[in-house]
């Protein structure tokens, strides 16, 4: 039944175009155009009052990748003590705690088998109970109780909570050996404010611990924690120096690509480097075109809703533009943070599994080429799930595109851009990964087809695309599922500026979660917007792209995902921008239609989501 169900999602497609009036729909701020209803600013929902549990949140306004610096305690054995006492462990885990309050209580036994299980790999504890009217014999005894191994503190003078700027009495931060926070959140989501559950459903601070000692980024990296709220203040900021500061932002936002071996044309992961690129480091990060991200941002005093939010944070940005514009302090290399591991170029870490092209695609030097088609069985001997993907063409300097779709056994080859992918590599995006319990399905002795889009630079070569495969360790609570929103049929008049053409799913036909979405156009695409509208009425703006570049084809996953109703209807919508006031407009002069190469036009919009098995 929900395969049957997932395929009328996907071909529940009505498509309608019309020519929009010759303005800006975004001149207001808000991404509508005035002639429009307004639909409401976001899809999210308000925080239940009466029962909160942990939520996902963007790392990076949470602080994940900071440096804490090395400070003093004295545990309850009467012994002082720094956070550099535990630089010979692997990991540190930290977490905050308080005798009196009634979901930290619950969290005690859990933080005694989560030590229990990582203590033999190297994995330190420091418990901390931030309250400075709690009774030390009655944390002794809390300690002894729960067979805690680890060193307690009583932190009556809130340093350590004010180092950490910990917010709740249920909160923890995993560290690595340079004090850099890997995760910062909820132990899991057993229990939580008004509710427990009889097991979790997500163990975040587990699951960091293991995909961090595996030499992977954790997927979900920030929580909320429910608990008992802290009045705290955060401690003295970091030496504004490279080591101390802004090496760690250049890692969490730029050596992804700009590392040896990376996609980017430089690296930037020596002092030397970053500083010999200071100026047009500090244009692009001013002009907010690096990192790229081009989601219209949340509105003030607001988090981002989107978990994979590239921009910097304010407190990044200022310092890092404060540094290349100063005096580039070096600072201490023992302040530096670890470097980053990609096992082998594989940003996923390494694969279970890797599937090739079985012959080099010769590129030409100049022209046009058609869409390659190649497929490769799999041959796999069980069904199998996906947890983690990343597609790598070797000659990605000419490869614009990539989708494969996995075909079961003696299914009929499905391969076109309205087809849910099971993969996917544009620029700026060739991975898919997902957190524990969700997982995409590959058949048993699957096909998978490679359609690989080709634009030659000048410079014959050849190419040898493969993807690789991360499986889960179990079946998933949730199958992910690729389906798409297309108008095949628009023409754009020469000279346009301000096209709209439209698509939709009229009727979703069952409840679902939306994970992400992937709006695409080529060389014309102007902005892009995807709306939900509810069988009670409501409508909403799930995401809102006012400026979109053909250059960076991103993804945009939620934070915490986002219901669809059964019986809604989803809107995408995309902006084109065909007269001569766009620089990268092949031809002003022409009526554009869709078409698979760059000159021509596509109107395509992805959304990811999930159904509960």
Not at 412 to 418: D, F, I, L, N, S
């Amino acid at each position: 039944m929900i395969r049957a169900t997932a395929l009328a999602f996907a071909c529940l497609v009505a498509v309608a175009s019309a020519q929009e009036p010759k303005r800006n729909p975004f001149r207001d701020g808000s991404g509508t155009g005035a002639a429009e209803k307004k639909p409401d600013s976001k899809p999210a929902a308000k925080a239940d009052p009466v029962r909160q549990g942990p939520r996902a949140i963007r790392a990076a306004e949470a602080g994940v990748g900071a440096f804490v610096p090395d400070t003093p305690f004295t545990d309850l054995a009467g012994r002082a003590g720094t956070l550099s006492d535990f630089k010979s462990s692997k990991r540190l885990v930290v977490a905050f705690m308080d005798v009196g309050c009634p979901v930290g209580k619950k969290y005690g036994p859990t933080l005694a088998k989560l030590e229990a299980q990582f203590g033999p790999k190297d994995v330190a504890f420091l418990f901390v109970d931030p309250i400075a009217s709690d009774s030390p014999d009655e944390l002794k005894k809390v300690a002894a109780d729960r067979g805690f191994k680890g060193r307690v503190v009583l932190d009556t003078g809130g340093k350590l909570a004010s180092a950490f700027g910990a917010k709740t009495t249920t909160e923890v931060f995993l560290l690595d050996s340079s004090r850099t926070v890997i995760y910062r959140g909820s132990i899991d989501d057993q229990y939580g404010i008004g509710y427990s559950r009889e097991t979790p459903t997500r163990r975040h601070l587990a699951t960091a611990i293991e995909e961090s000692l595996a030499g992977k980024t954790p997927v979900i990296a920030a929580t909320t924690a429910p608990g008992c709220e802290l009045a705290t203040r955060p401690g003295p900021a970091t030496d504004l120096t490279y080591h101390a500061r802004v090496e760690r932002i250049i890692q969490a936002n730029c050596v992804e690509c700009h590392r040896k071996g990376g996609a980017a044309p430089f690296s930037l992961e020596t002092y030397e480097q970053v500083a010999s690129r200071k100026a047009v480091i500090a244009r692009v990060v001013d002009g907010g075109t690096m990192p790229p991200w081009f989601a219209a941002p949340p509105a003030k005093g607001e988090h981002s809703p989107w978990l994979n939010d590239r921009s910097l944070v304010l407190a990044d940005k200022t310092d890092l533009l404060a540094w290349l514009q100063g005096d580039l302090k070096k600072g201490n290399p023992a302040d530096g943070p670890l470097p980053r591991d990609f096992a082998t170029g594989w940003l996923i870490g390494k694969p279970d599994a890797v599937f090739q092209i079985p012959k080099p695609i010769a590129v030409k030097a100049s022209g046009t080429m058609a869409y390659q088609v190649v497929s490769v069985d799999t041959n796999t001997d069980e069904e199998r799930w996906v947890q983690a993907i990343e597609v790598q063409p070797s000659a990605r300097e000419v490869t614009h595109h990539v989708l494969v779709f996995a075909a079961a056994k003696g299914q009929p080859r499905a391969v076109g851009e309205g087809q849910g992918f099971f993969a996917v590599y544009v620029p700026g995006n060739n991975t898919l990964i997902y957190p524990e319990g969700f997982a995409k399905k590959l058949p048993k002795n699957a096909t998978l087809h490679f359609q690989i889009h080709y634009t030659p630079n000048g410079t014959a070569t050849t190419d040898q695309t493969k993807v690789g495969l991360v499986y889960a360790k179990q079946p998933p609570r949730h199958e992910v599922r690729v389906t798409a929103m297309v108008n095949n049929r628009f023409e754009i008049p020469p000279g346009d500026d301000n096209y709209k053409v439209q698509a939709s799913i009229p009727i979703v036909p069952f409840e679902a979660k939306a994970l992400a979405f992937f709006p695409h156009a080529h060389l014309r695409g102007k902005a892009a917007r995807f709306e939900l509208h509810t069988p009670s009425g409501s409508s909403s703006t799930m995401l809102d792209v006012p400026h979109y570049d053909f250059n960076w084809q991103l993804e945009y996953r939620f934070a915490d995902p986002v219901s669809i109703p059964k019986g809604s209807r989803l809107t995408y919508t995309a902006w084109y921008d065909n007269s001569d006031k766009n620089p990268a407009n092949p031809d002003p002069k022409k009526a554009v239609k869709w078409g698979q190469q760059t000159w021509e036009e596509m109107h395509l919009g992805y959304l990811e989501y999930y159904l509960d098995r």
